[in-house]
Structures are given as structure tokens and as C-alpha cells.
């Protein structure tokens, strides 16, 4: 794997607008180069407010689609939830299923089964699905790219209403509305549980009436890693909020499980400890747990259905962990551009998580292909300046299916256009090599002292929370760090050491998650120069500075 640079930021004068927000000057710096060096700003950033929040109505068919969903309270009309196997889609139907019921609509959910129907609307399913008698289709996470299952739709009399944040292939579908801002206005970062939430919010009438559901909104944005500022920086702070009290007995279900003490719940605990969850049932069983969990109002059902997730759960890492062998066997380190493996014993549920870690290892977007009777499904995620999908999009005629966004996507091929597949991938995205390839810089907010490490400095950096895409998690280096003591592995590959500053008089707790092997087939023998991100975590009460190592030399 290659060497990644050290970029480390120049110091900058942050005085003024740290004494403005009584902000540490590294915090204050941060903000200034994000662009939030006005105080107004920045104290905007610092504070989101639902109040900030814009009209759901800014979406150009959201009237429509309010009054589409009244007529069909008017008539008496059954309407279907169709939603996607993933977490922002199995929370938006979780969100969207109870607001309509709540509305006064006879409504039901279907979440398709990852392998036995695929991903988006699939047209099999809804035609046994229309024997019931829905006259209405609500699409939540899916559907923007369902052009003929759409027009399937408008063939039989059913109208339908798009709610989806994913990009168009072959034009728009004609759906009766499209709450997307693909179509329009509105924020473009929502992931599909924001969009439900913003349509919940306009068909009941006011904020007030949705907020309960911000807990949902929070777990998928999370979970789909859509960017972090504009709105979602909103609805995850308040969602958040919504979280710590876990009124939601499935929510709570899940904390139990996971050893989550709700008013500790963070934002890592939803990527890493409720969004796993909730994916196993669509991976590994039926995504229709996942949405009984997160829709029942009761405890005991609740705790049954958490314990079976979480069962899943266990089985996908297993599954998970022998599919990345593999995969990383045939992928080596070669010199291609982008990474294409295929196999025809592995399992569908668990090629996005291995095609992320093959990422995650080699720096190069990844594809990993389960072929199945000569017919094979794929899962690719890219680099973060790379966009995927453009690149894919070029190769589409070797592919029967295809959708996603720049940083993911899923496909389906015939086993016979794999090799050639590869090798057009490949040659396109070398053509376009400047846009982001490659192992990414290291961008260092700057070198300090482990003295810097104050309660105040680490409080304020919480302030600038959530992280993610659009607001990366502040990088620092420290220079002559030293273990102190033995570097001890913590389950599968995980580094857990203390380390000295070079005086020794500062010792901080260092873990690093995939980066055992990595340290001890080459420990360093003296000091080492580390780059990290700090934080404060909470052990049962008790509050102590934790460095996630990234990177060392």
C-alpha cells in the first residue's frame, strides 16, 4: 500500500474569533478553515436550530405529493410503502409507514429482500403486491431510476410518489411527484429518511409533529454517510437529542444489545453499533425485522427482534471477514487503477462492507462481484475524490443493470463481460486518474502537544460535531511519541497502547481500529511522529482523553 502524505496546515490567528465564541484557539482555527471565520457564521454552525430548517414545500412536488396522499384519505384508498433493504431506507419507511397511518391512511410497508428481489422496485413483486388493492405506491430510498416499474404502475391505474435522494439514469420516472431535489429546489445532501421526515413534516402540518422521529432521521443519514452540514447538520443534532431519551422501544432494544447507555449515544455508536444492526436484516434475513423493530410499541417484541438483529449481526462479520480474505487475496497490489473481484461463493449481503475495506486497504475504488449461475451482482464504493459512478457509467453496455451516486454503487453483469468489464473500467478511469486517485493526502489540522489536550480544546470540538462527509473529523500529529509499555491487539486487528510524549510527561490512551497487523509487522523501535484524532470517551461516568491513531512513522 503506498505511503500517504502529510499535509499539516500553517498555524493561523484565531484570537479573535476564539475570544468571540470563548472557543479554544485550535477549535476557532478549525472553523476559519472551513470557511466560518465570520463570528455570525460560525456561531450559526456551532448552534444549528430547527428554526434554520426550510420549508418542506420547497421541494417542487411536495404539494403535490401532500395532496395525492389527502385525495387518498379521501377515497379510502390503500396505499403501499415500498422501501430498500438498506438503513436509510428501512428508517425512512420506519418514519413514513406510521406518519401516513398516523394521517389517517390504511398503509402498509414492503421492504424487498436483498436477494430474492434485488435492489429497487421490482416488478414481480409489484405486481403480487397490487393483488391487495393499493391504488397508491410510495417508493422510500428507491425508485427514481424505476422508469418501467413506474410505467408498470401507470399501465394498471396506480399513481406513485417518488422519495428518493439517489440521481436519475435515463430520465425521470413519471411518477404523480418526485420528492427529490434531483427535480428541483431543496437540499441535495438529505439522505432518503430525511426526505421521508421533510414529507411526514408537510402532510401533518408542523415540525412539532414529526420530531419524534429525528431518532430514525439521525441512524440513516448516519448509516448512508451522506454529508454532515447544511440541514442534516440540523436533524442529526436534534436527532441526537431524541436518541438519548430512547423512548422508541426498538431503539432502546438496540441499545441493550449493544451495550449503549442512551445518554452516552454517539454519533460513532450509529455508524458502528445501531446502523450494523439494522443492515444484518437485510443482509443476512429478512429486512422486515428491522422495520417491526423500529415501528413496534412494544418492549417485549422489541427485545426478541434486537436479540435476532444482533444474532445477524454476529453471523454477517463472520461471513464478512472470510469474504475480505478472499477478496483481498485476488485483489493484491497491483498497479490497476480500480480494483474488480468476483467469486461465485460469496454472499450478496456482505459485498459493500468488503468492497469498503478493500478500499480501506489499497486506497483504489473497489468492485466485488458474487456471480450466481452465470449472472453476477455487485457492490462498488470509491475513493473520496473519485467519482464511481461517472466512471462506471461509461461501461454501462457491458452491465444489465446499474445505479448509485459518486462514492457507491450497485450493479448486475453476466459472468462472460466480467473480464472485459474490468479492462474498460480500468482504461476509463486511468483516462480520468487527475480526479482523485490514489491514496488521499492526510490533511492535518496541525502539529501539537498532548498538553494541548485540554477539556476545553476537546468540549469545543464536540461543538463542531458531527463529522462525516462535508466535515471531516479534525486530524492532529504529535511528534516523538513513545509506547509506553507492550502494544497489545484488541479482538480482530485493533492496537491498544498508552503513549508518552517525548518529555514524558503526558500519557494518553491510543487504540487503533485495523492497525495491529500494520504496527507489529514492523514496530518501531524508538519514537515515532503520529497523526490522530482525539476525543473524550465515556467509560461507565468516568471522562479520559482517547487517540484513534491513523497513521505513524
Excluded at 454552525?45 to 396522499?69: C, G, I, T, Y
Excluded at 494541548?452 to 460535531?465: H, S
Aim: aromatic share 6%; glycine share 10%.
Amino acid at each position: 500500500m503506498a505511503a500517504r502524505a502529510w499535509v499539516v496546515h500553517p498555524k493561523i490567528d484565531s484570537a479573535r474569533l476564539a475570544s468571540e465564541l470563548d472557543l479554544h484557539p485550535e477549535a476557532a482555527s478549525i472553523l476559519i478553515r472551513r470557511g466560518l471565520a465570520d463570528p455570525r457564521e460560525a456561531s450559526r454552525f456551532l448552534n444549528p436550530s430547527p428554526d434554520h430548517l426550510e420549508s418542506p414545500f420547497v421541494f417542487r412536488d411536495m404539494q403535490k405529493a401532500v395532496d395525492r396522499l389527502r385525495l387518498a384519505r379521501e377515497r379510502g384508498e390503500k396505499v403501499l410503502v415500498y422501501g430498500d433493504y438498506d438503513v436509510d431506507g428501512v428508517t425512512g419507511s420506519s418514519i413514513l409507514c406510521p406518519i401516513l397511518r398516523k394521517f389517517g391512511l390504511e398503509a402498509d410497508a414492503h421492504i424487498p429482500h436483498r436477494v430474492n428481489e434485488g435492489y429497487g422496485l421490482n416488478r414481480d413483486s409489484l405486481a403480487c403486491l397490487l393483488e391487495k388493492g393499493y391504488r397508491l405506491v410510495v417508493t422510500v430510498d428507491n425508485g427514481i431510476t424505476g422508469v418501467d416499474q413506474i410505467r408498470f404502475l401507470n399501465e394498471r391505474g396506480v399513481d406513485s410518489i417518488v422519495v428518493d435522494h439517489h440521481l436519475p439514469k435515463d430520465g425521470f420516472p413519471a411518477a404523480h411527484a418526485i420528492v427529490s431535489a434531483a427535480v428541483g429546489p431543496g437540499d441535495a445532501h438529505l439522505a432518503a429518511c430525511g426526505l421521508a421526515f421533510k414529507l411526514g413534516w408537510a402532510l401533518l402540518g408542523s415540525y412539532a409533529d414529526v420530531r419524534e422521529y429525528l431518532d430514525l432521521v439521525a441512524v440513516g443519514t448516519i448509516a448512508d454517510v451522506a454529508d454532515v452540514t447544511g440541514e442534516n447538520r440540523i436533524l442529526l443534532r436534534e436527532g441526537m437529542k431524541v436518541l438519548a431519551q430512547a423512548k422508541r422501544p426498538g431503539i432502546r432494544a438496540l441499545f441493550d444489545v449493544a451495550r449503549i447507555r442512551p445518554g452516552s449515544v454517539t454519533y460513532r455508536d450509529l455508524g458502528f453499533a445501531l446502523g450494523p444492526r439494522i443492515n444484518a436484516a437485510g443482509r443476512m434475513g429478512s429486512p422486515l425485522d428491522a422495520f417491526r423493530l423500529l415501528t413496534t410499541a412494544d418492549p417485549v417484541e422489541a427485545a426478541l427482534l434486537a436479540k435476532k438483529l444482533d444474532d445477524g449481526n454476529k453471523e454477517r462479520q463472520k461471513v464478512e471477514a472470510r469474504t475480505f480474505a478472499e477478496a483481498s487475496e485476488i485483489a493484491g497490489n497491483g498497479g490497476r487503477h480500480v480494483i474488480v473481484v468476483e467469486s461465485e461463493d460469496w454472499h450478496e449481503g456482505v459485498l459493500g462492507i468488503v468492497a469498503s475495506r478493500l478500499v480501506e486497504r489499497y486506497k483504489k475504488p473497489s468492485i466485488v462481484i458474487s456471480m450466481k449461475g452465470g449472472a453476477g451482482k455487485g457492490s462498488g464504493r470509491s475513493v473520496p475524490a473519485f467519482s464511481l459512478f461517472d466512471s462506471v457509467l461509461e461501461c454501462e453496455d457491458l452491465l444489465t443493470a446499474f445505479g448509485g451516486h459518486a462514492q457507491a454503487c450497485g450493479l448486475s453483469i453476466r459472468k462472460e463481460n466480467v473480464p472485459l468489464f474490468r479492462e474498460k473500467l480500468n482504461e476509463v478511469a486511468g483516462k480520468h486518474a487527475e480526479r482523485g486517485l490514489g491514496a488521499p493526502d492526510l490533511n492535518i489540522e496541525s502539529e501539537i502537544s498532548p498538553r494541548d489536550l485540554d477539556l476545553k480544546f476537546l468540549r469545543d470540538l464536540e461543538r463542531i460535531e458531527p463529522f462525516g462527509p462535508g466535515n471531516p473529523r479534525p486530524l492532529f500529529m504529535t511528534r516523538g511519541m513513545r509506547a509506553k509499555g507492550e502494544v497489545k491487539k484488541r479482538g480482530k486487528d485493533t492496537l491498544h497502547a498508552w503513549m508518552a510524549s517525548s518529555d514524558g510527561r503526558t500519557v494518553c490512551e491510543v487504540v487503533g481500529f485495523r492497525q495491529y497487523e500494520r504496527w507489529a509487522a514492523t514496530p518501531p523501535a524508538g519514537p515515532v511522529d503520529v497523526v490522530y484524532r482525539p476525543s473524550l470517551v465515556d467509560s461507565q461516568g468516568i471522562v479520559s482523553v482517547q487517540l484513534e491513531l491513523e497513521d505513524w512513522k
